[in-house]
Nanobody, 120 residues
Framework: VQLQASGGGLAQAGGSLRVSCTAS????????TGWFRQAPGKEREFVAL????????DYADFVKGRFTISRDAAKNTVYLQMNSLKPEDTAVYLC??????????????WGQGTQVTVSS
C-alpha cells in the first residue's frame, strides 16, 4: 500500500482547508485510513479515521464538528475537510492505512506529511 498526501497550505483562523490521501496498491480497501497530525515538539496525535468497508468514521474530540473525513472509492482517495480552523491546528498532517484505531500503532502504512498552517 502506498499513500500520497496532498493539499494543506496556509489559512487564516476560521478558514478552511482540505487535505487528500490517495492510496494505491493491492488490498488497501481492507483497511481503515486515518489522519494524524504532529506539531513541532509534540507527539503525533490522532485526528480522524474512516473505514473503507462501511464508511464508518471516528474523530478526535478536538475536531468534532469542525473536521469531516470522507472517501471517494472511484479515486481511491480519502479527504479531510477542515473548517473553523484554529492556530492550534497547525501541524504536519499524515495519512495512514491499517487496521485502525486512535493509536498510531494501529497503522502499518504511512504517507508523507502535508503542512497545514493556520494564522491568527
Amino acid at each position: 500500500v502506498q499513500l500520497q498526501a496532498s493539499g494543506g497550505g496556509l489559512a487564516q483562523a476560521g478558514g478552511s482547508l482540505r487535505v487528500s490521501c490517495t492510496a494505491s496498491g493491492r488490498a488497501f480497501s481492507r483497511y481503515a485510513t486515518g489522519w494524524f497530525r504532529q506539531a513541532p515538539g509534540k507527539e503525533r496525535e490522532f485526528v480522524a479515521l474512516i473505514h473503507w468497508s462501511d464508511g464508518s468514521t471516528d474523530y478526535a474530540d478536538f475536531v468534532k464538528g469542525r473536521f469531516t473525513i470522507s472517501r471517494d472509492a472511484a479515486k481511491n482517495t480519502v479527504y479531510l475537510q477542515m473548517n473553523s480552523l484554529k492556530p492550534e491546528d497547525t501541524a504536519v498532517y499524515l495519512c495512514a492505512a491499517g487496521p485502525g484505531g486512535s493509536s498510531w500503532k494501529g497503522y502499518d502504512y504511512w504517507g508523507q506529511g502535508t503542512q497545514v498552517t493556520v494564522s491568527s
